[in-house]
């Protein structure tokens, strides 16, 4: 008798656990709200993204300096999807690489966008060389004029071109430059783009640059994000990643007056923690 009782109660357990998580399941996408949403994510001295599509697909950019990156990510999606449909590799300097072995390592990662750059032996670099290999991940070689879909969000790959990067001569100029776009709404994320690159980004790419939110280059270093690339942007929303109290002084001053005068909201994630930012089919804000 107590054997058959405990059987019953262990079964109206489990059936329990299994109405909780369909629960949870129906609750989380009962309540996410409509449109692309994207969170520049506090990660100090670095750049990591997590943006989440209104089909429910995730896609991340770079990945801080930090191991604990898995943890930043999986705040921002659903305890029931931690799949990372796309991730984004800029290039390899630790400060956007770190946090993105152990991601990779975790095995949630179905896809990677990037360049596998011979000129880059950090050690760091090398692990995520070596996870992505281990895992057995798709990789995408990045190349301007590529564009993947996830539903009704496009990501546009603007740099490198398509002729490859091996006479630029640093990381920073072969950085991957995206524009993520829902319908009228465009989000540009140049990683640690140089205004040399810039330039070239104006020239190639001309009005489609003209965009809602701003990823400012390089931390707001005064060796990017040019006048001349606001003034073909115009953003109304510059987001900028950046660690407190930095060692190389960034954002530039220079930069914080350029962007003042072409009238974009500033944000940082230096003094806002998180910055998150919401985009319907044709604006964006944020939260």
């Keep these: 008798m107590r054997r058959a009782a405990s059987r019953k109660l262990a079964l109206v357990s489990a059936c329990c656990v299994v109405m909780l998580g369909s629960g949870a399941a129906g609750w989380w996408f009962s309540r996410a709200p409509a449109g692309v949403h994207v969170w520049f994510a506090d990660v100090g001295q670095g750049d990591g993204i997590i943006i989440r599509t209104p089909s429910q697909q995730t896609i991340v950019v770079d990945g801080g300096p930090r191991a604990n990156f898995p943890q930043e990510v999986d705040d921002h999606v659903?305890?029931?999807d931690r799949t990372i449909d796309l991730l984004?590799?800029?290039?390899?300097?630790?400060d956007?690489?770190?946090g993105l072995v152990p991601l990779v390592a975790s095995g949630r990662v179905r896809a990677v966008l990037m360049h596998r750059d011979t000129s880059v032996t950090t050690k760091v670099y090398q692990?995520?060389?070596?996870?992505?290999d281990a895992q057995?991940?798709?990789?995408?070689?990045?190349?301007?004029?590529?564009?993947?879909?996830f539903g009704d969000v496009r990501v546009h790959v603007l740099w490198p071109p398509a002729a490859g990067s091996a006479t630029m001569k640093t990381t920073n100029e072969r950085s991957i430059v995206v524009k993520v776009s829902y319908g009228n709404a465009d989000l540009l994320l140049t990683g640690d783009a140089p205004s040399t690159v810039e330039t070239l980004l104006v020239e190639q790419w001309g009005s489609l640059l003209d965009v809602e939110v701003l990823k400012v280059g390089h931390h707001g270093s005064s060796h990017s994000t040019a006048r001349t690339f606001l003034d073909a942007t115009s953003p109304g929303i510059a987001v900028l990643s950046v660690g407190?109290?930095?060692?190389?002084?960034?954002?530039?001053?220079?930069?914080?007056?350029?962007?003042?005068?072409?009238?974009?909201?500033?944000f940082r994630t230096d003094e806002r923690g998180d910055v998150h930012v919401s985009c319907a089919v044709d604006a964006c804000a944020v939260e």
């Design 244 to 266: 407190a109290e930095n060692r190389y002084g960034h954002p530039g001053a220079r930069v914080l007056d350029d962007l003042a005068a072409v009238r974009a909201g500033v």
């Design 88 to 94: 984004v590799v800029t290039h390899g300097d630790a």
């Design 96 to 98: 956007h690489v770190t």
């Design 127 to 132: 692990r995520l060389l070596e996870a992505i």
């Design 78 to 80: 659903p305890v029931t």
């Design 136 to 149: 057995d991940v798709p990789v995408i070689a990045a190349r301007a004029g590529q564009v993947l879909r």
